[in-house]
């Protein structure tokens, strides 16, 4: 049976005339010349120093990055069910491509909040980078940068968003994550800091008011945060400052506390949303939604997207995949929200299948934090244009020109 069954269209009466076209003065980008880039540097002998695979990194990290570190990124809640179900979330849809299609000329440009960006690939909020290299977020965020490419820095960062934002330049899409703590006044002072160094949306998460049981990082009593390290946002703060009985430097134990007691914060509801939407201005996301009447609940909220995600299967163990959340999301807010997509994303078909599940972009989450482990910037980069690539030949040999083309039609059952 195919996805198709369930939309008006067949699959065989897809035909690409029907689909919004490709505009002619669109910049493209051959993101698939990576491939020939990559063989014509093989006429001298060398070969990427990174798999190109990008399921094979985490392996290869494991190999070569400290253990700690590795088990931090690559774990998830309890025995790891969900992050497993992540990838069979996706693996259970495939592709049936389409022949004798005319896909010279590509376009995998996607607008979001009236931004026109050059791909439908963003970089995930990931905390604490710095375990994982030096360079840390403002390497990440440099390499996304170079591709046009969305960074949403993580409220638990390593470095204080105004240094991320200078690394990445003035004209650089960035977005904030807040993750939503007890005291009001340091939410506050985060969202007037992130709109005044050009944070232009605000992604709310929403899972991880309490963190999850992470046997990985529990066996070896791994958590970054109590070294003060993923602080940097608070440690820098007005607010979270004024809080405390002596400088950070001075006494890094109740500062550490205090980070600790006002991140966890389970009793926030619905209702509280409308604190956090007067005050931000701009788009604003709900990340972390599963069940199409909470992507209801974010529409009638006032939200702009959501952001269709279980934080890579980190927090709730035996949760569904979240691409078998995705559908039913996508057709309860699909016409009134802007939905994203995360968790399990790591090749170019995923990417392709997510876009066609109905989702408007995707977010990049371990692969580009085991990328800069393994090489910086450069290795970030390296990820990126992986993905791209591939995402970028899968449309071409699937017979599609660009995300604007891909319906579920695209898509059967495994
Ligand atoms: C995360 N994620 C995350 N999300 C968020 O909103 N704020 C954060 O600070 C973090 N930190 C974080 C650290 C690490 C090490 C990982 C792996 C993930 C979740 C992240 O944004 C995204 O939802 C998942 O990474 C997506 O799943 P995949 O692609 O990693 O499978």
Redesign the pocket.
């Known amino acids: 049976m195919t996805a198709g069954d369930s939309s008006p269209s067949s699959p065989s009466s897809a035909s690409i005339p029907s689909v919004p076209s490709i505009p002619s003065s669109a910049p493209l980008t051959d993101w698939s010349a990576f491939q020939y880039e990559i063989y014509l540097n093989g006429t001298t002998g060398a070969v990427p120093s990174l798999p190109t695979d990008l399921t094979a990194l985490e392996r290869v990290a494991e190999e070569r990055l400290d253990p700690g570190a590795v088990g931090?990124?690559?774990g998830s809640a309890g025995d790891g069910k969900t992050?497993r179900a992540?990838r069979d979330a996706l693996d259970r849809w495939r592709i049936v491509p389409r022949m004798l299609r005319d896909v010279e000329r590509r376009d995998l440009s996607v607008e979001l909040f009236g931004t026109r960006l050059p791909t439908p690939v963003a970089l995930?909020?990931?905390?604490?980078l710095s375990i994982m290299h030096e360079g840390a977020e403002p390497a990440a965020a440099r390499a996304a940068a170079g591709r046009g490419i969305p960074f949403?820095l993580?409220?638990?960062?390593s470095t204080p968003m105004e240094q991320v934002a200078e690394a990445m330049g003035p004209d650089a899409v960035r977005w904030f994550?807040l993750?939503w703590g007890r005291d009001r006044d340091v939410t506050e002072s985060f969202l007037d800091r992130a709109a005044a160094s050009g944070y232009s949306a605000l992604?709310v998460?929403l899972?991880?008011r309490l963190l999850a049981w992470r046997p990985r990082d529990l066996d070896r009593a791994y958590l970054p945060f109590l070294h003060g390290i993923?602080t940097a946002n608070y440690f820098t703060d007005p607010a979270f400052l004024a809080g405390l009985a002596k400088p950070v430097a001075e006494d890094l134990t109740a500062a550490v506390l205090r980070f600790v007691s006002l991140f966890n914060n389970p009793g926030t509801t619905w209702e509280d949303l409308a604190f956090l939407r007067e005050r931000w201005k701009g788009p604003m996301l709900l990340?972390?939604i599963q069940h199409p009447d909470d992507a209801r609940r974010a529409a009638n909220a006032g939200m702009d997207g959501v952001?269709v995600?279980?934080?890579?299967?980190?927090q709730v163990n035996g949760a569904i995949g979240?691409a078998d959340a995705l559908p039913p999301v996508v057709d309860a807010v699909g016409d009134r929200l802007t939905v994203l997509f995360?968790?399990?994303?790591?090749t170019g078909d995923d990417v392709f299948k997510a876009l066609a599940l109905g989702a408007k972009a995707v977010?990049?989450?371990?692969?580009y934090?085991y990328g800069l482990g393994l090489d910086g910037q450069a290795g970030v980069d390296h990820v990126l244009r992986c993905l791209l690539a591939e995402f970028d030949l899968t449309l071409a040999l699937a017979g599609y020109r660009g995300p604007a083309e891909l319906s579920r039609d695209a898509l059967t059952r495994a």
């Open positions: 931090y990124v690559a992050a992540n995930a909020p990931v905390g604490v949403i993580s409220s638990a960062s994550q993750y992604v998460t899972d991880t993923g990340k972390g952001v995600s279980n934080h890579g299967g980190r979240a995360d968790s399990g994303i790591r977010l990049l989450g371990r692969p934090a």
